[in-house]
T-cell receptor, first 112, second 113 residues
Framework: DQQVKQNSPSLSVQEGRISILNCDYT??????FLWYKKYPAEGPTFLISISSIKDKNEDGRFTVFLNKSAKHLSLHIVPSQPGDSAVYFC???????????FGTGTSLTVIP | DARVTQTPRHKVTEMGQEVTMRCQPILGHNTVFWYRQTMMQGLELLAYFRNRAPLDDSGMPKDRFSAEMPDATLATLKIQPSEPRDSAVYFCASGNRGRTEAFFGQGTRLTVV
């Protein structure tokens, strides 16, 4: 049973526009959320995280929003750049454990 | 430049053969994870260790998979016997307790024919 879901397998965006990647979770015990970025033939690399005590965290062009009542988070990239083309994984963990539960990923293509 | 190192990067083997994947976690990290990437499940957790002790291996098929940490610098994932459905990319990641992010290796792409 997938506890973290990314329902959009792929997304295409024009360079310079905003990319919005979505993630839903089912476990109300999750209180720490992360986004990873993965290029082909490489391992995922950490991008940005957010704790459940916040509803927004920003790092340069990347902002993560958390809506706890809806069990939903999103990653905004603005402006999008061709180098942002990658697979983005959402992950979540609970205070009671140390493992991360990952979604199935969204493949972002930024068109020059 | 601290990084998680996985070997081999690629492995092609025949069905029924034993496969061993190795991982060197980042020095000082006390938690090691093994993940498998599949199209349907995304990054699927197979097992994880803290301070070399296995904490959870419920994601692994017990009859054919085994994971160990012989010492703090080496984690292994073995499949015996391997089957075509085991073909996937296997990632090792390491991190520290305290809810920080995990750092991934480059993965082992396994093909069982």
């Amino acid at each position: 049973d997938q506890q973290v879901k990314q329902n959009s397998p792929s997304l295409s965006v024009q360079e310079g526009r905003i990319s919005i990647l979505n993630c839903d979770y089912t476990n109300s015990m999750f209180d720490y959320f992360l986004w990873y970025k993965k290029y082909p033939a490489e391992g995922p690399t950490f991008l940005i995280s957010i704790s459940s005590i916040k509803d927004k965290n920003e790092d340069g062009r990347f902002t993560v929003f958390l809506n706890k009542s809806a069990k939903h988070l999103s990653l905004h990239i603005v402006p999008s750049q061709p180098g942002d083309s990658a697979v983005y994984f959402c992950a979540a963990s609970a205070l009671t454990g140390n493992q991360f539960y990952f979604g199935t990923g969204t493949s972002l293509t930024v068109i020059p | 430049d601290a990084r998680v190192t996985q070997t081999p990067r690629h492995k092609v083997t025949e069905m029924g053969q034993e496969v061993t994947m190795r991982c060197q976690p980042i020095l000082g990290h006390n938690t090691v994870f093994w993940y498998r990437q599949t199209m349907m499940q995304g990054l699927e957790l197979l097992a994880y260790f803290r301070n070399r002790a296995p904490l959870d291996d419920s994601g692994m098929p017990k009859d054919r998979f085994s994971a160990e940490m012989p010492d703090a610098t080496l984690a292994t994932l073995k499949i015996q016997p391997s089957e075509p459905r085991d073909s996937a990319v296997y990632f090792c990641a390491s991190g520290n307790r305290g809810r920080t992010e995990a750092f991934f290796g480059q993965g082992t792409r396994l093909t069982v024919v």
